[in-house]
């Protein structure tokens, strides 16, 4: 399972248009993921304090477009070296096996939804 991070009426939007293909993908050429254990981090570096977001949880066996693991892109990412999911394509809705809330709290900090808990 890989997760991604989008905004509420961006992914209400994809769900009335039935496609979802965020502007990374034509800025980037992909779209950006993670794992369960890089999510949180993800948020707290680039979502901080935002308010209506959704983790998507794909079924990476479901998926119609090419996935790949590769580093991460900014050579000032800290996490650099680290192998992070990119989807290389639009995401076909099918492969969507969750969806939930993904508030921050009060400091705008993210934590991981307990039905996402990684071992």
Known sequence: MILHIVKRDEWENAIRNKAYAPS????????HCS???QVVETANLFYRG????????LDEGRLTSQLTYEPALRVSDERAGTLFPHIYGPLN??????????????????VLPSALSVA
């Open 50 to 57: 935002q308010s209506d977001l959704m983790i998507v949880c």
């Open 93 to 110: 809705l099918e492969a969507i096996s969750e969806v939930y809330e993904f508030p921050c709290d009060a400091e705008g900090r993210f």
């Open 35 to 37: 794992t369960a254990a």
């Open 24 to 31: 990374s993908l034509e800025n980037e050429g992909f779209i």
